[in-house]
């Protein structure tokens, strides 16, 4: 339990100062410029975040390989994965940046969303996707340094740009008067910022990482298995979103003002993820590691922590859900409609949420242990279950709906990989 919580405690801050950058983004446009630039943010977030976990979810399988193989102590294959796996992110994230300026305006007017949102939409992805390729390199060398052990750099780097970006935040948007372009530029300036800073701090600090210009190779056979282990995470974070983009559309008969609080509450939501995510991310490097070091009974103590830690974490935070939904939900606006509508989802949830934070300790082993694809499979389940219960419950329920919906497929999750993690790691301890 030490080990995990004071590997997982610079993760969650920066979990937490990642999540910042959204929500700052939110309160500046919300506070500075008006609802309607407000719901044009709330209309992109589902854009970039299924973007945006395509490429975390793809570090983070490369992460895992990447700890299996610093366990084994075998550098020189580290530098080759590195230099595949760099190379070959480069270029799918310029295609990726292509196909969402190609294509988002058409999916947003397609939900129904009105043209005066879809111009601000527009106006602040252009710019994110411009830059999408810092966002990659960020979360790739992030992923990487936790792999070889390091979760403090990342969070120190993090917490420099977090607070820079709300800085330019405010300077550019309420000094300058740059409008939503202002929070955009903000956004990628500080992406830009944070990647020069970590190749740098490899590059001088941590030698079996680094890379010099002939190293720069990309190699079939290396890109091969990367390719098995980081499409499959790549794939299991762009369902969840992809589901939550879905759900988006299927609330918009209900109102602008229903969609941006929902889309607000699902910024509560990711901060909350923050704790779990940074607790599960700390156990994929500890059983990766020691899956690569050989040592099964630490495998096991690293999934009995992680999940005391869990399930401690979220009846903290669901209590304060449960309490002060409408206060946390004013903190983006103070339009009675949206703030009603946030807090509901919120308000309902906060319990629920328990069920989301198991699963995400179920599935951290699995990935520790390389078996990537059967998480994919079980999001993708889930995901497809709250897509079709929202379709049929928003008309009846509203946004309550939804929690139903989504509640429901987090309990199917833990219930079809529960088990069978449980009887894997018995079976793991008895070879």
Same mark, same amino acid.
């Given at each position: 339990m030490p080990t995990l919580l004071i590997f997982a405690a610079p993760i969650i801050l920066g979990n937490v100062f990642q999540q910042l950058y959204n929500i700052v983004d939110a309160i500046v446009v919300g506070k500075f410029l008006g609802d309607l630039p407000l719901a044009g943010i709330s209309v992109a977030s589902p854009v970039m975040d299924i973007l945006y976990s395509l490429l975390i979810g793809g570090s983070i399988g490369v992460g895992v390989l990447a700890g299996q193989l610093c366990g084994a102590a075998d550098w020189d294959r580290i530098k080759r994965a590195h230099a595949t796996a760099l190379t070959g992110g480069i270029g799918i994230t310029l295609a990726l940046s292509l196909l969402g300026l190609a294509g988002t305006r058409s999916v947003l007017l397609w939900q129904g969303t009105?043209?005066?949102?879809?111009?601000?939409?527009?106006?602040?992805?252009?710019?994110?996707?411009?830059?999408?390729?810092?966002?990659?390199?960020?979360?790739?060398?992030?992923?990487? *340094?936790?792999? +070889?052990?390091?979760?403090?750099? %990342?969070?120190?780097?993090?917490?420099?740009?977090?607070?820079?970006?709300?800085?330019?935040?405010?300077?550019?948007?309420?000094?300058?008067?740059?409008?939503?372009?202002?929070?955009? +530029?903000?956004?990628?300036?500080?992406?830009?910022?944070?990647?020069?800073?970590?190749?740098?701090?490899?590059?001088?600090?941590?030698? %079996?990482?680094?890379?010099?210009?002939?190293?720069?190779?990309?190699?079939?056979?290396? /890109?091969?298995?990367?390719?098995?282990?980081?499409?499959? /995470?790549?794939?299991?974070?762009?369902?969840?979103?992809?589901?939550?983009?879905?759900?988006?559309?299927?609330?918009? %008969? *209900?109102?602008?003002?229903?969609?941006?609080?929902?889309?607000?509450?699902?910024?509560?939501?990711?901060?909350?993820?923050?704790?779990?995510?940074?607790?599960? /991310?700390?156990?994929?490097?500890?059983?990766?590691?020691?899956?690569?070091?050989?040592?099964?009974?630490?495998?096991?103590?690293?999934?009995?922590?992680?999940?005391?830690?869990?399930?401690?974490?979220?009846? *903290?935070?669901?209590?304060?859900?449960?309490?002060? %939904?409408?206060?946390?939900?004013?903190?983006?606006?103070?339009?009675?409609?949206?703030?009603? /509508?946030?807090?509901?989802?919120?308000?309902?949830m906060a319990y629920l949420y328990i069920f989301a934070f198991l699963g995400e300790i179920i599935q951290s082993y699995f990935r520790g242990v390389g078996h990537l694809r059967l998480t994919m499979v079980a999001s993708l389940l889930q995901v497809l279950l709250r897509v079709v219960l929202s379709f049929f419950l928003i008309p009846v329920m509203g946004i309550t709906g939804v929690c139903a919906a989504v509640a429901t497929g987090w309990i199917l999750l833990v219930a079809i990989e529960g088990p069978y993690s449980i009887a894997q790691v018995r079976r793991l301890l008895s070879n």
């Open positions: 009105s043209e005066a949102v879809v111009a601000q939409a527009m106006a602040y992805l252009r710019v994110i996707l411009g830059g999408l390729v810092f966002c990659f390199l960020y979360n790739y060398y992030v992923a990487l *340094l936790r792999s +070889y052990g390091d979760s403090r750099t %990342p969070f120190v780097v993090l917490l420099v740009s977090s607070s820079l970006h709300a800085l330019l935040d405010v300077l550019l948007c309420g000094v300058f008067d740059l409008g939503i372009y202002g929070v955009a +530029y903000s956004t990628v300036f500080c992406q830009m910022l944070s990647t020069v800073w970590l190749m740098a701090f490899i590059h001088r600090r941590c030698p %079996p990482l680094a890379l010099r210009r002939a190293d720069l190779h990309f190699e079939r056979k290396e /890109a091969r298995l990367l390719l098995g282990y980081a499409w499959a /995470a790549a794939l299991q974070q762009a369902v969840v979103t992809i589901g939550r983009f879905l759900v988006q559309g299927m609330l918009t %008969p *209900l109102g602008e003002n229903s969609v941006t609080g929902y889309n607000m509450s699902q910024r509560v939501e990711q901060f909350l993820f923050c704790f779990s995510q940074g607790i599960s /991310a700390a156990m994929v490097v500890g059983i990766s590691q020691n899956v690569g070091r050989g040592s099964r009974e630490r495998v096991r103590a690293f999934y009995r922590a992680g999940a005391t830690a869990e399930i401690t974490v979220i009846l *903290l935070l669901g209590t304060i859900c449960r309490i002060f %939904p409408e206060q946390i939900l004013h903190i983006f606006s103070d339009h009675e409609q949206i703030v009603a /509508a946030g807090a509901r989802y919120t308000g309902t």
